[in-house]
């Protein structure tokens, strides 16, 4: 079994910064990927950015690019989301996502509240 513990959501304005972090502890062994997804009010949960182990293979969704950077720190089986430039519509519930040979596993999600 995986343990993600998500951390640094929180309420910002328009135009500022976040930088989340997830950790992830238990039976990892080999990570395939990390990533964020997130769910919006009353929308589905999308791919925010998604990360391979080595840091070679990296994804954003159009909605992010050029604002969002992930990076991973395999030595720390932690995962960051630098949040930049947010919008109000940034503003969800943001999970940790890790895939290894056991599956997917999924952190419990932390707010993210773009408004001014």
């Known amino acids: 079994q995986v343990q993600l513990v998500e951390s640094g959501g929180g309420l910002v304005q328009p135009g500022g910064s976040l930088r989340l972090s997830c950790t992830a502890s238990g039976n990892i062994f080999i990570i395939y990927t990390m990533g964020w997804y997130r769910r919006a009010p009353g929308k589905q949960r999308e791919l925010v950015a998604s990360?391979?182990?080595?840091?070679?293979?990296?994804n954003y969704a159009d909605s992010v690019k050029g604002r969002f950077t992930i990076s991973i720190d395999n030595a720390k089986n932690t995962v960051y989301l630098q949040m930049n430039s947010l919008k109000p519509e940034d503003t969800a519930v943001y999970y940790c996502?890790?895939?290894?040979?056991?599956?997917?596993?999924w952190g419990q999600g932390t707010q993210v509240i773009v408004s001014s």
């Open positions: 990360v391979s182990s080595g840091g070679g293979n990296i």
């Open positions: 996502n890790l895939n290894n040979y056991l599956g997917a596993s």
